[in-house]
């Protein structure tokens, strides 16, 4: 096992090496991961790695959207565009120039497509 403070230095290192985050977040995520379970961090993080829906993704019935940020560099991009070609009928929207934390650093695009997608907004709840 490694220890939170190890796990939150090296994925901090990681994210800002590859730009999936920006400097001015290090610290930021840096004190958000040394309040995590190191280790349960690191398992999750092995199995979402080792995840493979596409045998039965397609067969899901249910309307999807997909969001694809354009520069992560943990999820290749064309992996994230192949598992909406394998989902029915799937909305694909387009972050241009997100990474991967985008989902933390572009919070209001995220609520934008749910509410268009859903058809809800947060003004009428």
Known sequence: RISTKEAAFLTTQVLLRTGSIAPTNERWLYEGLRRRDGGLFYDAGVAAYHFDAREWVGRLQQPAVVVIPTRDVLVPVRAQHE?????PEARVVELDGAGHESILTRVDD????????????RETG
Do not use: H, K, N, P
């Not at 598992?83 to 989902?87: E, F, I, Q």
């Not at 995220?110 to 907004?121: K, P």
């Open 83 to 87: 598992l909406a070609r394998l989902l």
């Open 110 to 121: 995220y609520v934008d497509v749910i509410e268009r997608f859903t058809g809800r907004s």
